[in-house]
């Protein structure tokens, strides 16, 4: 048993775990990582900062602006750069690794209302993204150290929710709005009015199918160059579009490539982020159901992997985020507190960082270390750094364990390398349910000495079983499922075990005729008695004697032909087992049959009338004024008399 106690003690942690980075082929037990990663975050006066300064100048300012977005510089060696935007509007940068002094940083204006998201080009620096409720999106350059606005992008009719750089490319972003809409742009276009592409009405309400108050996209992100994922507001779809296709020439509601809907029966399904780890198979999605849920997105299985609760997300401004290493998972919450799972151990927290006084609504994690910022609607960020501080005075918050016991797998403290689809669909391959199954599981068919053996157990006293037979036939005993058999895995079936189905009924049916007392009376041997079916041609030219009492007729010619060959097909075995059918008595025989009688309601009988001639409208008028008029109204029509015409001369 490892002690965690004593590892805490140890005076030569920092070498084991200089040494089990080194060597990748060493691991390092997921209790002890959270020890390593997690218990150590700890927050100092120096750390405990006080956000943006409000813009005075306006006429309805608010005094505490809460932020709204904040997130680390991905880009190598940028990685300590802070970006803060607040509902002013403003924007602010900070360098976590040099000293700032406990004073609300100096923000740029972005916008003249409130930024909800921005995002940095994952191949510049210098280069940034806003979007803000005044429905507009802008691209900034930030080389002079000062916001210079590259373009201003209009193509939403409501406020912009988020927004997402595509992998690897400082030219395409997607943005999502509360108008239902995602659209995707392209810098090296001009145009700043049409998208390169759009997708209209992308989450609907799963009642009318039409976008209303509720529908909004408020979260993206790119699994892929083509694959988009989007988590909608109110229906609690989670889509994935394929951007190869121009959705902007649908007419109707775009269709996604796949969606995965909500698994459970709450109310609130709406969610508020997305998130991916570049190159993984698995997506992070914050409900408004207070659950963080883990899905495959390359599964076709809807069902989430993993479900992560313990956190109060009651709105869409609480956000989550993943480490850089995606082992671990941080979510905001309204209890003034920020939660850290274990990404392979669902369930409950291991740890929360506290206390604080207000509610926590961003967080993020940083791209090199592991080090994590958090936000509160007080004005208030702070920097959670792996240290040990000794001081009361100057610690503002550490981590709280919870000890839960997470799973015995084994992860390193460098970024993951997941899985491609096509691999993790040859692991689900491997897991099939044929492969699971065990000895418990066996399943036997009876042979044909239990059919014709009584059950009342008199076969055990009348027939001794032989030594090495058995009354059962096994099927399947403990062998593999086909496709794993298929991928070449070695198998050797037991020795005792290799009997084969025609031998274990070829000795049941010799036991069986060469016991004398036997309850079934033969007159024939094993060896005189042959199937016709077997010597003779197709099965097909020789009926079975079951299916007549009396077997066949005697002049009938297949009966002569059977004759000539001197195969008898009234079998003494089938007047021992099985009884003919006008023998059988039943209970129901002599009461009436409402079916051959064509006197049941649910018989309908099918006639074979011709269909009615169809009758224009015309002659359908005149009859309705003959049935109204009546056989008395009818005017009976004489023949005209012809008369001469005398003309006079």
Same mark, same amino acid.
Request: charged fraction near 25%; charge should be positive; proline fraction near 8%.
């Given at each position: ?27 390092? %037990? =997921?209790?002890?990582?959270? +020890?390593? $990663? @997690?218990?150590?975050? #700890?927050?100092?006066?120096?750390? *405990? /900062? ?71 080009? %994952? =191949?510049?620096?210098?280069? +940034?993204? $806003? @979007?803000?409720?005044? #429905?507009?999106?802008?691209?900034? *350059? /930030? ?507």
């Amino acid at each position: 048993m490892f002690n965690l106690n004593r590892f805490r003690r140890s005076a030569h942690l920092t070498e084991w775990i200089a040494r089990r980075k080194a060597d990748s082929r060493l691991r390092i %037990p =997921t209790e002890i990582l959270d +020890l390593l $990663t @997690v218990e150590p975050l #700890q927050c100092v006066e120096e750390d *405990d /900062l006080q956000g943006i300064s409000p813009n005075l100048e306006h006429q309805f300012a608010n005094p505490e602006p809460p932020i709204y977005a904040m997130k680390f510089c991905p880009v190598p060696s940028n990685e300590s750069i802070l970006g803060i935007a607040n509902e002013d509007g403003n924007i602010a940068f900070q360098d976590i690794n040099k000293f700032t002094p406990r004073m609300p940083l100096t923000g740029m204006t972005a916008h003249t209302n409130a930024i909800f998201d921005f995002a940095w080009c %994952p =191949t510049n620096a210098n280069r +940034l993204v $806003t @979007v803000s409720g005044d #429905q507009r999106s802008r691209v900034w *350059d /930030l080389e002079t150290g000062s916001l210079n606005r590259l373009r201003e992008l209009r193509g939403h009719s409501r406020s912009v929710k988020c927004c997402q750089w595509k992998p690897d490319c400082s030219s395409v972003f997607a943005t999502g709005a509360r108008d239902n809409n995602i659209l995707i742009w392209d810098l090296r276009v001009n145009s700043d009015v049409h998208p390169d592409n759009s997708i209209r009405n992308a989450h609907s309400y799963p009642q009318t199918r039409k976008g209303g108050e509720g529908a909004s996209v408020t979260g993206l992100v790119w699994l892929n160059d083509t694959d988009l994922v989007s988590v909608g507001g109110n229906d609690g779809v989670i889509k994935v579009w394929d951007l190869r296709k121009n959705y902007s020439l649908y007419r109707r509601d775009p269709i996604p490539k796949h969606e995965i809907l909500h698994p459970g029966t709450s109310f609130n399904q709406g969610y508020s982020d997305v998130l991916n780890m570049p190159g993984s198979c698995f997506v992070f999605v914050s409900c408004l159901d207070n659950t963080i849920y883990k899905y495959n997105i390359y599964s076709d299985s809807s069902r989430p992997v993993g479900m992560f609760t313990g956190a109060t997300i009651s709105n869409f401004f609480i956000k989550s985020s993943l480490s850089y290493c995606g082992n671990y998972l941080a979510s905001g919450s309204t209890d003034n507190n920020v939660y850290l799972w274990n990404t392979n151990s669902s369930g409950d927290h291991v740890a929360t960082l506290q206390p604080q006084e207000e509610t926590v609504t961003c967080v993020t994690w940083n791209y090199k270390e592991h080090i994590l910022a958090s936000c509160t609607d007080d004005m208030r960020h702070r920097i959670w750094r792996p240290q040990r501080c000794f001081d009361k005075l100057k610690l503002k918050g550490s981590a709280v364990m919870t000890g839960k016991r997470t799973c015995d797998k084994v992860f390193s403290l460098s970024p993951s390398k997941h899985a491609s689809p096509s691999v993790a669909k040859f692991n689900r391959m491997l897991k099939t349910p044929t492969s699971d199954r065990t000895t418990k599981n066996k399943r036997s068919t009876p042979s044909i000495k239990s059919f014709l053996t009584p059950k009342d157990g008199s076969a055990s006293k009348r027939s001794p079983v032989t030594p090495g037979t058995s009354t059962t036939t096994p099927t399947r005993l403990n062998q593999p499922g086909k496709k794993r058999r298929l991928l070449g895995d070695d198998f050797e079936e037991p020795r005792e075990t290799k009997v084969s189905r025609t031998e274990t009924v070829g000795r049941s049916i010799n036991d069986l005729l060469s016991n004398t007392k036997s309850p079934v009376k033969c007159q024939f041997s094993p060896s005189t008695y042959k199937s016709p079916v077997k010597k003779y041609g197709s099965p097909r030219s020789i009926p079975s004697p079951f299916k007549s009492p009396l077997g066949l007729a005697r002049g009938s010619p297949t009966s002569s032909s059977s004759a000539a060959h001197g195969v008898g097909l009234d079998s003494p075995l089938r007047a021992a087992v099985r009884r003919p059918l006008e023998a059988l008595e039943s209970p129901t025989a002599n009461l009436p049959n409402m079916i051959r009688d064509r006197a049941s309601p649910n018989v309908h009988l099918h006639r074979h009338d011709p269909p009615p001639r169809k009758v224009d409208w015309l002659t359908r008028l005149s009859k309705e004024k003959q049935k109204i008029a009546g056989p008395a109204n009818k005017s009976s029509k004489t023949p005209k008399s012809k008369k001469k015409i005398a003309y006079k001369t």
